[in-house]
């Protein structure tokens, strides 16, 4: 279908659950969850729908993908448009929601791609603590030292251990898969502002544990912002020995080298926020100055 009758279908689809919501006894939020909840629901059954179309007419992965954005994209605003009905969209909430889609739809073409990959499981931190004192060990015994010594060197290598929480540490991120024998894990940010201090640290110390499985794993960073509009978290984990990191149409050049999808091509020419979402919603983002927040 044109991209125009994916979003009035699911606007139909949309007007229906906004009536079913406005019967709940829920709170703005509850019933904001749930048309969320209701519309990507729809979204998934569509998507099952149309991957069993493109088997019985024999479409390639270029064809299904196509087809695949555009009914992602129309859900995206149509969910945009009916939360707002129910909750009002203020700055902080809309760019970080639009900043949330982001992730998800650049993830389409790596899940089906044109060119040729894997999508992996990222290992268990605690297979990966044994296989790192393993071949400490094994180093080690290697050594041509005094049983008491190697013991001795053993014991302190235990010590660093004792302080990392395993339990704590998840080597997953947004993104696993294998090409050409090498493991790509890559992480996905709409930007970087003044609260990422956490979740810096967190991504240095995962990528310093993949690094230490050596060349096959690969850290990846991909940046919706272009470089200039974030602040110095992101110039900490690009001056790091640990991520390759892409920003704005960097990031889509990355991406189309990997999947063989021109991405940022798509998007130029098929989506249009501003003329795609009703009236009702534009005239809102427009007296609230959240326009500028539509860019991907």
Known sequence: M????????FRNRADSILAEVNLMDKDQ????????????????????ITKTTSVRNSWNNEQ?????????????????EYRNKVWKYE???????????????????????????????????NDVQNRIRMNAH???????????????????????????????????????????????????????SSNEKGNTNRLLLVASIYNSLGEVEKTLLFVRQSEDENNHYLQTLKNSPYWKVYCAN??????????????????????DWENDISAEFKQHLEKNDLLKYLTW
């Open 91 to 125: 700055y902080m909430a809309f760019a970080r929601r639009i900043g949330e889609l982001w992730e998800p739809f650049c993830k389409l073409p790596f899940e089906y791609p044109v060119k040729h990959l894997t999508i992996i499981d990222p290992p268990d931190f």
């Open 2 to 9: 044109t991209k125009r009758e994916w979003i009035t279908l």
């Open 29 to 48: 939020k509850g019933k904001a969850s749930e048309i969320n909840k209701q519309i990507k629901a729809y979204r998934d059954k569509q998507l099952e």
């Open 138 to 192: 094994e180093y080690i015994d290697s050594l041509v030292l005094d049983s008491e010594i190697k013991e001795e060197l053993k014991r302190h290598y235990a010590i660093p251990w004792t302080m990392v929480d395993s339990g704590g540490i998840k080597l997953a991120l947004d993104l696993h898969f294998e090409q050409s024998g090498s493991h790509y894990n890559c992480d996905f940010k709409s930007g970087f």
């Open 64 to 80: 299904l993908l196509n087809e695949i954005l555009l009914l992602t994209y129309a859900s995206y605003v149509v969910m945009l």
């Open 250 to 271: 960097d990031s889509y050049a990355a991406m189309k080298d990997f999947t063989g999808f021109d991405l940022r091509s798509w998007l130029d020419n098929n989506v």
